[in-house]
């Protein structure tokens, strides 16, 4: 099961699997009200109700997402226009629209927005480049705007849209529309770093002051979306934190983690968690200030004019930032940066000065992988197994062709007869060592 949610009344739960179904059930009496799947019953990675509990809209392994109508149980339309899996998809607080986001490709993880009312067939808006290598989640404040608010005569809205993907960012948006039409906008307004590692899951308390998030980097933290300061990060996870949820009376933050285990932490204000539980630690701006002992926890791309400068100070060459600044060399342009341009832009003249700056930066962009079999953004993406999203130990192959930890694979087809990357029926029980890929990551281990 990837996904569930409960209708707005509670007295339906939504959930949708890798086994191809979208499930909706009686929560008083645990019966299946219905079983759906996409035209193509491919693998569903997200289910989302509307805030009226009329429709529920999915996302899956097809490209495509889909609107289905709970009362009647049928699908009213598929949305296709992405390339890549749908792994986002939330509706407006109005449900008059549909956000969904896809996992990566050429378009480096894209929004499209879509109608959920009117009818219109094409998606109403892209925005390409949304996240690095993909979309995750997303979710819109309950209060932020006209979001909660009872219909006035003015037909525009506006709310806040929060994303999280794999470029360990989480991002708010503005999101504006004119209600019927096919004008809508979404501009981004802040960028929020600070994870480690891939977001997997975001949600905003009921009463709109705080946003939630959880990550493959093992933590959970929580941001006021009205400030744009991080609040606090709980690092009392052993492994990735996949979900989150507020309480009723947004009082309570409950965080699962695959160290099976969920942990509910009370929340005594808007600002902090309760200074006697471990894992509390003081609130932090979201512009996070470069040192030499920290470079590598917030990536160069995100960094200010006035981080540059802050990294340049660390570094004792105090006397380039104002030319630094006066060029306007953000986080990107350090990145571009070449000897010539040290020397005829910025007046760095001695060799040795020039040589400090593009050593360091070389260095602020490598992340080295953490002690106690922590797994850091550096480490390939082939080495983390597709079930546990770990290191592997003892890499074996199945019979679809994918590579696993030889315990997490073993224990999956013990209760499943399909691929859990294709969902495709599994041709065979037996696994083979994989013996190329455990000599290309002990060479990897060895080099850091």
């Known amino acids: ?235 009392e996870h052993s492994s990735y934190v996949a979900a989150c949820a507020f309480s009723a009376d947004s009082r309570r933050l409950a965080t699962a983690s695959n160290d099976c285990t969920v942990k509910i932490w009370q929340l005594t204000d808007t600002s902090q968690i309760m200074q006697n539980l471990n894992g509390y630690e003081k609130g932090e701006s979201t512009t996070v200030t470069p040192t030499i002992g920290g470079l590598s926890q917030v990536a160069i791309e995100t960094w200010s004019v006035d981080d540059v400068c802050i990294w340049l100070n660390a570094l004792g060459l105090a006397e380039y930032v104002e030319k630094f600044r006066t060029n306007a060399i953000d986080g990107k342009e350090l990145l571009a940066l070449t000897d010539g341009d040290l020397v005829s832009v910025l007046c760095v003249g001695p060799l040795g000065h020039r040589n400090k700056i593009l050593r360091e930066r070389s260095t602020a962009r490598q992340t080295l992988i953490p002690g106690k079999g922590a797994q850091s953004k550096c480490v390939p993406e082939e080495f983390l197994c597709p079930i546990t999203h770990e290191l592997m130990q003892d890499p074996v192959m199945a019979s679809d062709g994918y590579t696993y930890d030889r315990h997490a694979i073993v224990s999956w087809i013990a209760r499943e007869n399909r691929s859990p990357m294709t969902n495709v029926l599994l041709t065979s029980t037996e696994v083979t060592p994989n013996r190329t890929l455990k000599m290309m990551m002990q060479k990897f281990l060895s080099s850091v």
């Not at 693998?43 to 429709?55: L, T």
């Not at 490209?63 to 009362?71: E, K, R, T």
């Not at 309950?142 to 005569?153: E, L, N």
Request: glycine residues 10%; proline residues 4%.
């Open 1 to 235: 099961i990837n996904c569930c949610d409960f209708s707005p009344s509670g007295t339906i739960l939504a959930t949708c699997s890798t086994d191809g179904t979208l499930r909706l059930w009686n929560t008083e009496t645990g019966d299946v009200l219905a079983k759906l799947s996409h035209p193509t019953s491919c693998a569903i990675r997200v289910c989302c109700f509307s805030s009226d509990g009329a429709m529920v809209v999915t996302g899956g392994d097809d490209d495509s997402a889909c609107l289905w109508n709970v009362s009647e149980k049928k699908l009213i339309r598929s949305f296709k226009g992405h390339e890549e899996s749908v792994t986002a998809a939330t509706f407006t607080p109005d449900s008059n629209y549909i956000i969904t986001g896809c996992s990566g490709g050429d378009l480096c993880g894209e929004l499209l927005v879509w109608d959920a009312q009117y009818g219109h067939g094409k998606f109403l808006k892209r925005i390409p480049d949304c996240h690095d290598l993909g979309v995750l989640c997303c979710e819109f404040s309950p209060t932020f705007g006209t979001a909660g608010k009872s219909a006035t005569s003015s037909p525009f809205g506006r709310f806040l849209l929060a994303t999280g993907g794999k470029d360990n960012l989480v991002k708010l948006w503005y999101f504006d529309c004119e209600v019927g039409s096919v004008n809508v906008s979404v501009h981004l307004n802040t960028m929020l770093p600070g994870h480690q590692d891939s977001v997997l899951w975001l949600c905003f308390s009921p009463d709109g002051k705080y946003l939630a998030s959880c990550s493959l980097d093992k933590t959970a933290r929580l941001w006021n979306p009205e400030t744009k300061q991080a609040l606090i990060c709980i690092d």
